[in-house]
């Protein structure tokens, strides 16, 4: 298939990719210039929340306070949610076809044998308590079967099912309650001004649809007047789960933050909609285009090709 090069030299050809090159760069540039009016960045990265905050007028950003949502000042959020965890930790070391059935018996025994640690701490002196030493106790029980097959395992599944449903609904609370004390007190003690601020929500692919803490801060701004906070003053970053904790809070402000307002500008000035650069501008083309692709016609003669091969044992084609 030939590509037209608009009949271009590879001089001018080159010219071009330098002034691709020197747009992104002065997009990032001048996107710095759209942070102006924003006087608080807010940060909910690797369980802690960030409070950025500046001088009025300026573009540069200083760490105003930091609060962690989860660890010690939030133990029983961040116990009972490891605890949840366990179900899916065993079913995961049961289905790795990496390992030996020996190898799989060594690290679930090794495993029951922690787990009977901790129950053994746990006092079933609240709701909250015995609903951990269901999935605990199920848990053991279960590595201790002499055969755990399909029946076995959802057996176990629906014996901790109201304990895991408990547990959904208690860290919700607590970690929704924890956030909104944090930002009670920063805009208590006048740290932060919500009506012009941003939230930056950085967290992985698996919980994007409904994360708690998305919905917080979305609900924060509705209720402070705002029509359609998403992707106007609440952002959401999707990041590897190895890599949330490397991404600086400075990039994230001058790189992502300070371009994606100045996108806002520019879906202004050409389309008079703030969103129009937070969908893909080709994207109400791509239909008309894919309606003339067909892969049937080739995935039929690659399975028919498949087919003759098999009847023959050389493995070759018949001539056409």
């Known amino acids: 298939m030939s590509h037209s090069r608009l009949g271009l030299s590879e001089q001018s050809s080159d010219l ?42 300026q573009t540069e950003f200083s760490l105003t306070a930091k609060a ?35 190898t799989k018996l060594e690290k679930l025994e090794l495993l029951k044998n922690k787990l009977i640690k901790i129950n053994q701490e746990i006092k079933p002196t609240s709701p909250e308590n015995k609903a951990q030493k269901v999935i605990l106790e199920n848990s053991i029980k279960l590595i201790a079967s002499p055969k755990i097959d399909k029946l076995r395992r959802s057996q176990y599944v629906a014996d901790i099912n109201t304990s ?30 919500p009506h012009k601020s941003r939230a930056l929500i950085v967290a992985t692919h698996g919980p994007r649809d409904g994360l708690i803490e998305m919905q917080l801060f979305l609900d924060l701004y509705s209720k402070l007047g705002f029509e359609h906070p998403k992707d106007n003053l609440v952002y959401y970053i999707e990041q590897l789960p190895g890599q949330i904790k490397s991404l600086s809070n400075s990039e994230l402000i001058e790189k992502f933050l300070a371009t994606s307002e100045r996108n ?31 892969f049937m016609a080739i995935v039929s003669k690659s399975s028919e090709e498949t087919t003759l091969k098999g009847k023959c044992p050389f493995g070759f084609l018949p001539p056409s």
């Open 68 to 102: 962690p949502t989860e660890g010690k000042k939030n133990a029983a959020y961040t116990h009972i949610k490891m605890i949840s965890h366990i179900p899916l930790l065993i079913f995961e070391i049961l289905d790795d076809k990496s390992m030996t059935e020996a």
């Open 164 to 193: 895991l449903q408990f547990n959904k609904q208690f860290v919700t609370k607590l970690q929704l309650k924890s956030i909104n004390e944090i930002l009670k007190s920063w805009i208590k003690d006048k740290l932060l001004n």
């Open 264 to 294: 806002k500008e520019l879906g202004k000035i050409f389309a008079e909609n703030q969103r129009m650069l937070f969908r893909d501008v080709l994207a109400d083309e791509a239909p008309q285009v894919l309606t003339r692709f067909s």
């Open 16 to 57: 071009l990719k330098d002034l691709n090159s020197e747009f992104l760069t002065q997009h990032e540039k001048t996107g710095l210039g759209s942070l102006v009016d924003i006087e608080n960045v807010i940060i909910f990265k690797g369980g802690e929340l960030f409070l950025y905050g500046k001088e009025d007028k």
